[in-house]
């Protein structure tokens, strides 16, 4: 497995993800009660009745799709969902979370509000967390089950996905690729394709089905967007090429212009960005976003900085 982190595939061990996200959750939690060691030991049943703490859910995930479903609007994050619109510093965690209002009126109406969604439960802790005057609330998907490695059973996370992915595909415009999507149909933390979420059986089996789908233009014409397949080094080397070029197509006067290199037409926008002649902002475009290009470049140390390039790999990696 592993874990795409500042522009770096780094391998991701899903128990030291973990160790690090409970580590984050206790100091959040505890950090302000009266008793720190009393707020740890809830923490800790609540990891071992929820599973591991996470940052944020996939968009297929029941703790987001059963609120929603008379819903207009889709809805890819907890805050989004008017079931849970009285909740106030929350911990995630794989089968559900738990949020601290400062309203005993607010906590029970999103008891109230939970119980009324076949597949959630939510109930009061009578224990302190995050502060001691505050009334902390667990929300539970309890149909979410758990495989021994602790990820979403790899045969319900699939049939979620799926029903997710088909929800309404007659209004998409354009079919998203793995790379594009994959922190929503991951969750956070996650990898290459797994999570604490999901396995790498499960992962490598939705990536399977959303490009099934993609390749039969159920969902409209397929939209590139994302590079991260390709290396650091090779993105910084196509970014770096088209900055610089762009730079030394420029006549020192105008903002917009076009240039050719490698076969393709670059239209360009660059300005001075303070007026002194040190930093040039720089933007270079191809087709209509085919391919996207952004950042800055300073003069006197002649170097470039930049933004993640997006648009289709093919077009990219001709600046390689």
């Known amino acids: 497995m592993f874990l795409f982190l500042y522009g770096v595939f780094m391998e991701f061990r899903a128990p030291s993800v973990a160790t ?9 939690l505890t950090k302000n009660l009266e008793d720190p060691n009393a707020g740890r030991a809830v923490l800790d049943t609540l990891i071992n009745e929820l ?6 859910f996939p968009d297929w995930h029941p703790i987001l799709t059963i609120p929603a479903k008379d819903s207009t609007k889709e809805a890819c994050s907890l805050n ?10 929350t911990v995630m965690f794989v089968r559900g979370f738990v949020t601290c209002p400062y309203s005993e009126d607010k906590a029970d109406r999103l008891v109230e509000a939970v119980e009324q969604l076949e597949g ?7 224990q302190p967390l995050y502060a ?20 979403i059973r790899s045969r319900d996370a699939l049939i979620w996905f799926s029903q997710h992915l088909l929800n309404d595909p007659s209004n998409s415009e354009v079919a998203e690729t793995w790379w594009n999507i994959r922190s ?3 969750g956070h933390p996650h990898g ?16 399977k089905i959303l490009e099934a789908f993609n390749n039969s233009g159920m969902f409209g014409p397929i939209k590139e967007s994302s590079l991260e397949m390709l290396s650091k080094k090779k993105r910084d080397t196509i970014c770096e090429a088209l900055i610089r070029a762009a730079v030394s197509s420029w006549d020192k006067h105008s903002e917009k212009f076009d240039f050719e290199l490698r076969g393709e037409t670059c239209k360009v926008n660059i300005r001075d960005t303070w007026g002194d002649g ?11 976003h085919d391919l996207y290009v952004s950042g800055f470049f300073y003069l006197r140390e002649d170097r470039p900085t930049y933004t993640e390039p997006l648009g289709k790999r093919a077009l990219a990696e001709k600046f390689l």
């Open 20 to 28: 690090e996200q409970t580590a984050r959750a206790a100091k959040y």
């Open 51 to 56: 599973g591991n703490v996470v940052e944020n």
């Open 80 to 89: 989004g969902l008017d079931a849970y619109k009285t909740i106030d510093h």
């Open 120 to 126: 959630l439960r939510a109930y009061r802790l009578h």
């Open 132 to 151: 001691d005057s505050a009334y902390p609330v667990v929300v539970e998907a309890y149909i979410v089950q758990l495989e021994a490695d602790g990820t």
């Open 184 to 186: 929503l149909i991951l």
């Open 192 to 207: 290459s394709r797994s999570s604490l979420f999901v396995n790498q059986h499960s992962g490598a089996h939705m990536r």
């Open 278 to 288: 040190q930093e040039l902002s720089v933007q270079v475009v191809i087709g209509d």
